[in-house]
């Protein structure tokens, strides 16, 4: 069994910064590529951002500049740096993980925290 738990979520201003949480717990052999999603009402789930093991990151080109993504992976934790925060960034965001929970398994893909609101106000 995998948990990711997200925190951080909350009202801000427009221009304002959050900064989302997500850590995984539990059967966790290794965990390769961590990442944050979001998704509106009334629109599908899209990607924001991933991070690889090594570092590697890509994001959302709506979100190039403003978010910064990170990764503890002593702490199985991936971070989201949001600032410059617009209205159009309002949204659940969820944390995925891809994760390797012993030697011998496949990559496990489906791994999803239970989401956080963002919401940006004007």
């Known amino acids: 069994q995998v948990q990711l738990v997200e925190s951080g979520g909350g009202l801000v201003q427009v221009g304002g910064s959050l900064r989302l949480s997500c850590a995984a717990s539990?059967?966790?052999?290794?965990?390769?590529?961590m990442g944050w999603y979001r998704q509106a009402p009334g629109k599908q789930r899209e990607l924001v951002a991933t991070i690889t093991n090594e570092g590697s990151t890509n994001y959302a080109d709506s979100v190039k500049g403003r978010f910064t993504i990170s990764r503890d992976n002593a702490k199985n934790t991936v971070y989201l740096q949001m600032n410059s925060l617009k209205p159009e960034d309002t949204a659940v965001y969820y944390c995925?993980?891809?994760?390797?929970?012993?030697?011998?398994?496949?990559?496990?893909?489906?791994?999803w925290g239970q989401g956080t609101q963002v919401t940006v106000s004007s």
């Open positions: 995925n993980a891809a994760i390797q929970r012993y030697y011998w398994s496949t990559i496990d893909y489906s791994n």
């Open positions: 539990g059967s966790i052999f290794s965990i390769k590529t």
